[in-house]
């Protein structure tokens, strides 16, 4: 199962499939290590849902929900 980052629940993981968007957002992602492969831990969410703390690759990072909703996520169970 499939989903947007910006859709996942506390507490739930998943595999990163692909990151959408393009230019500067895209790169951003990647060079915040938000790669295809890489797992991710949806730790917290604002009370409005935005902004997003993940924990990727053993470190926590702070994401927008606009720049969650280009990461393609496979559910793990």
Same mark, same amino acid.
């Given at each position: 199962?499939?989903?947007?980052?910006?859709?996942?629940?506390?507490?739930?993981?998943?595999?990163?499939?692909?990151?959408?968007?393009?230019?500067?957002?895209?790169?951003?992602?990647?060079?915040?290590?938000?790669?295809? !492969?890489? /797992?991710?831990? @949806? $730790? &917290?969410?604002?009370?409005?849902?935005?902004?997003? =703390? +993940?924990?990727?690759? !053993?470190? /926590?990072?702070? @994401? $927008? &929900?606009?720049?969650?909703?280009?990461?393609?996520? =496979? +559910?793990?169970?």
């Amino acid at each position: 199962m499939t989903k947007n980052l910006n859709e996942f629940s506390v507490g739930e993981r998943g595999i990163i499939k692909t990151v959408s968007g393009e230019g500067k957002l895209r790169r951003r992602l990647f060079d915040m290590g938000v790669t295809p !492969g890489a /797992e991710v831990l @949806l $730790r &917290k969410k604002a009370p409005l849902g935005d902004p997003l =703390e +993940v924990t990727i690759r !053993g470190y /926590e990072l702070t @994401l $927008r &929900k606009a720049e969650a909703e280009f990461v393609v996520m =496979e +559910v793990k169970r």
